[in-house]
């Protein structure tokens, strides 16, 4: 039943949420929801620890061979843990930001954060599907609605490219499911098959490009900086800490272990697309003004590496894949908290002209410097454990023979990192001050409470990393053992 209350809380309580007329009374019940989330999530990952994968499967379109199947593994459990972590931490953060209509926009959030939860944990094609959608409807609205100036010519490039990319996940669904024998949409059917060379050559483009668009990566990006931008950065925090991670589990959960062989064949192709948008993001990010722009840029160069990691197919590289995603969310959030207190105390995103505020808001400086090293992946913070897997199995890969030359060239990526990251700290904290920006205030203690909570995450699985590599290491063998095995 818990894996039933990930989704039916956030979507009950959404669905209420039209009804609350009040601003306060509109974003309390938002945080109680989200912490009441949290809280099954945690018992769902206890409960996990004791028993392992949590399941629930009840009828509900049999004459479709379609079930309300729900499965809940160590990979799952982990995203819906970022999930739950993620909303409570970002309604905490922007409290103090008002909305028109924020009965709506409370709403519409808790309603996206179910359908992520479904993403997740659907065992079953056709409910993947309904979740994915459901996910991504609020979001349309939030942005059109709540956005900025650019915001209907901007939502409408993103509904643009999420219904294509929707359009053909859903063909190379039910190809799959018409070639399933019985027709059905069971994740485990799917995994049974033993298609063709051709045949999984073509599921694996229809399905690839859907999840290519999602997270996104060179050349299907140019959506994402857009919406970043013009979204409200509550919900610019929900589309890049965890709404991208549905195209990297897509790949985890739907590409690679059910056309193995499509895999295997176009990997290095694909693995070529991964790194030149691991370089180009990263030369773009070097050269941004805009701190919107600059995190959209910094995200689609670590999401590049995740792609190359997933084709590199051993375990260190998958498993270092499934905690990434976790700490890139993690990472990538404190980066928007950051971001939003910038604008909204100092009325620019511009880092020329800004500058000097360590001096203004010390604490602010401190808490953005961890969260920037950690993005960064330095030893002892959270993303240094994921980052070292995924590179030493880029490096010893069995899919390719290239595997030194990849792991050589994606490791540019450290540098350029460092680069942009630490340019990014100086411009805006340190050096010469602007007049303008004098007398503002430091950072709010809602705010700063989310931001201590992303901290304390971050040093402790950099300290303590098993919390992680132990939740997910039976999902990644088993993620192996099929593409191994077809």
């Known amino acids: 039943m818990i894996p039933v209350l990930f989704i039916l809380v956030p979507l009950l309580t959404g669905v209420a949420a039209f009804l609350i007329k009040e601003e306060k ?24 620890n004791k028993s392992g994968t949590l399941q629930f499967t009840a009828e ?19 995203l819906c843990l970022l999930t739950a972590l993620a909303f409570p931490i970002i309604f905490i953060a922007t409290y103090k930001n008002h909305y028109k209509n ?23 094609a056709l409910l993947f599907y309904f979740f994915w959608e459901l996910a991504l409807i609020p979001v349309y609205f939030l942005c059109s609605i709540w956005g900025g100036e650019r915001r ?24 799959l499911y018409l070639q399933t024998p019985g027709q059905s949409f069971a994740l485990e059917a799917f995994y049974a098959l ?49 709404m991208v991670k549905m195209g990297v589990f897509g790949l985890i959960r739907w590409v690679v272990p059910v056309v193995p062989l499509g895999s295997w064949i176009y990997g290095d192709r694909i693995s070529i697309i991964a790194i030149i948008s691991i370089l180009y993001a990263s030369l773009i990010a070097i050269k941004q003004d ?26 260190s590289s998958m498993q270092g894949v499934m905690i990434q995603m976790f700490n890139h969310g993690i990472n990538i959030i404190g980066l928007w908290i950051v971001v939003d207190l910038i604008e909204q105390r100092y009325g620019t995103r511009k880092m020329s002209q800004l500058g000097g505020l360590a001096k203004q808001a010390p604490s602010l400086a401190i808490l953005l410097v961890i969260v920037a090293l950690a993005n960064v992946a330095l030893p002892l913070t ?19 023979e290239f595997g030194w030359i990849f792991a ?8 350029f990192s460092a680069w942009y990251t630490l340019n990014m700290i100086q411009r805006v904290f340190y050096g010469s001050g602007q007049t303008a920006l004098a007398g503002v205030q430091g950072i709010g203690l809602n705010a700063k409470l989310a931001m201590v909570v992303l901290v304390i995450i971050i040093v402790v699985i950099g300290v303590y990393p098993s919390l992680l590599l132990d939740v997910t290491r039976s999902t990644s063998d088993f993620i192996l053992s099929k593409m191994f095995t077809k």
Not at 25 to 48: D, E, Q
Not at 108 to 123: E, N
Not at 295 to 311: E, K, N, P, R, T
Not at 408 to 415: D, E, R
Request: aromatic share 16%; net charge neutral.
């Open 290 to 315: 805009d701190l919107k722009r600059f995190v959209a840029y910094s995200s689609i160069a670590h999401i590049g590496l995740m792609c190359l990691a997933i084709f590199a197919t051993n375990s």
């Open 152 to 175: 209907i010519a901007v939502t409408f490039k993103f509904f643009i490219y999420t219904f294509v990319g929707s359009l053909l996940m859903l063909v190379g669904l039910i190809y």
């Open 102 to 124: 924020p009965s709506s926009f409370y709403a519409l959030m808790l309603l996206s954060q179910a359908g992520l939860m479904g993403v997740f944990i659907a065992a079953d």
């Open 194 to 242: 033993d298609l063709d060379k051709d045949k999984q050559q073509l599921v694996f483009w229809l399905l690839f490009l859907a999840f290519a668009i999602k997270m996104p990566i060179f050349p299907f990006h140019t959506w994402q900086p857009d919406t970043y931008e013009q979204s409200p950065t509550a919900v610019t925090m929900v589309l890049s800490g965890i």
């Open 382 to 400: 959270n993303a240094f454990v994921g980052e070292f897997m995924m590179f030493n199995g880029i490096f010893s890969s069995p899919a390719t």
């Open 60 to 78: 509900w379109l049999p004459a479709l061979g379609s079930k309300f199947a729900l499965k809940a593994d160590g990979m799952s459990q982990m």
């Open 25 to 48: 009374y509109a974003k309390g019940w938002a945080i109680v929801s989200s912490l009441v989330t949290l809280v099954v999530s945690l018992i769902g990952l206890a409960m996990f």
């Open 408 to 415: 050589a060239v994606a490791g540019l990526s450290v540098i």
